[in-house]
C-alpha cells in the first residue's frame, strides 16, 4: 500500500513539474511565496480530539498556512467552513455544509449536526472566550421586563435543538507568528443557561434595554454571560466563558515570510 501511495504522490508531482514552464512570472512568485511558507517553522498539535488525526491536522494547518501567504487577516467563517469540510472529507469522514443562510447548524459531520464560530478580535484572552454573534434575535420581544428577557433566553434555547456540537476556531497571535486553537464548547454549558440569572441594565441609553444572563456554579463562580445585545443587529452575544470549562482539540503555531 505504501509503494503504491508513492507512486501516486510521484505522479502528482511529475504532472506538476510539467506545468511550471507554462506559468507566468507573477504565478511563479506566487507559487514560490507558498513554497516558502511552508518550509517556515510551524507547531501542530493535537489535544484532545475525535474529529482531527494527524493526516487532517496537517491539511488545516497548511490550508491556514496558504491563506496567510496572500492576508494578513484572520480566517474568515466561510473559509473555516469550507475548509473544515475539505479536510474532513480528505481524512475519510462525512462532511456536507448546510445551505448558506441557513439559521441552525453549518456543517453535518458523519450525521452530527454542528455549529461553527470563529474568534479572532484584536483583545482575545487566551482564557476566556468570546462570540460576538452567536445568533440573531431580532424577532424576539424587547421589553423593559425580566420576562421579556427570559423570552429572549427561549429562542436561544430552542436555537440549541438545531445542532448537538459547537466548534469555535480562535485565532490568539497574529502576523508573522500566527497562532490558533479550535476549542469544543459544550452543549450542555450552553443549556444550562435556562437557569441563570438575568439581568436588565436599566441604566444603559439604549432602547429598549440590553440584558444579561448569567451562568455560575453552585459555588456562585462565573462560567459565561449571555449578552442580548439590543442594538441595530439585536444579536445574542456569549461572553466571557471560561475555556477551561471546554475541550481544545488541537492547535497550529506557524510563521509566514515577511518575502
Known amino acids: ?31 514560490n511565496r507558498v513554497i516558502k511558507t511552508f518550509d517556515n517553522p510551524h507547531d501542530f498539535e493535537i489535544l484532545q480530539s475525535d474529529l482531527f488525526d494527524e493526516r487532517t491536522i496537517e491539511n488545516f494547518g497548511d490550508a491556514l498556512r496558504i491563506h496567510h501567504s496572500f492576508s494578513a487577516e484572520p480566517f474568515s467563517k466561510d473559509k ?4 473544515l469540510e475539505k479536510v474532513l ?10 445551505p448558506k443562510g441557513n439559521r441552525g447548524h453549518d456543517i453535518t459531520i458523519d450525521g452530527i449536526n454542528v455549529s461553527l464560530k470563529t474568534q479572532a478580535n484584536k483583545d482575545i484572552r487566551e482564557d476566556k472566550v468570546w462570540i460576538s454573534k452567536f445568533m440573531e434575535l ?11 428577557l427570559g423570552n429572549l433566553r427561549k429562542l436561544f434555547l430552542e436555537h440549541l435543538n438545531n445542532y448537538e456540537r459547537i466548534f469555535t476556531l480562535r485565532a490568539l497571535q497574529r502576523v508573522p507568528d500566527w497562532y490558533y486553537e479550535l476549542v469544543e464548547i459544550p452543549k450542555t ?25 448569567h451562568v455560575r456554579t453552585d459555588e456562585g463562580e462565573d462560567i459565561y454571560q449571555l449578552y442580548f445585545d439590543a442594538g441595530s443587529e439585536r444579536k445574542l ?23
Not at 431580532?138 to 421579556?148: A, F, I, R
Not at 450552553?190 to 444572563?213: D, T, V
Open 1 to 31: 500500500m505504501a509503494k503504491n501511495m508513492t507512486e501516486e504522490k510521484q505522479q502528482r508531482i511529475r504532472a506538476l513539474v510539467e506545468k511550471i514552464p507554462g506559468l507566468t512570472e507573477g504565478q511563479l512568485y506566487w507559487l
Open 80 to 83: 473555516f467552513e469550507y475548509v
Open 89 to 98: 472529507r480528505m481524512s475519510g469522514h462525512e462532511a456536507n455544509l448546510a
Open 138 to 148: 431580532g424577532k424576539g420581544k424587547w421589553g423593559s421586563k425580566l420576562q421579556d
Open 189 to 213: 454549558i450552553m443549556l444550562a443557561a435556562e437557569h441563570g440569572k438575568l439581568e436588565i441594565k436599566r441604566k444603559s441609553k439604549q432602547s429598549p434595554k440590553p440584558g444579561y444572563c
Open 237 to 259: 452575544q456569549v461572553k466571557n466563558l471560561l475555556k477551561s470549562r471546554c475541550i481544545v482539540h488541537a492547535t497550529w503555531h506557524f510563521v509566514i515570510p515577511s518575502e
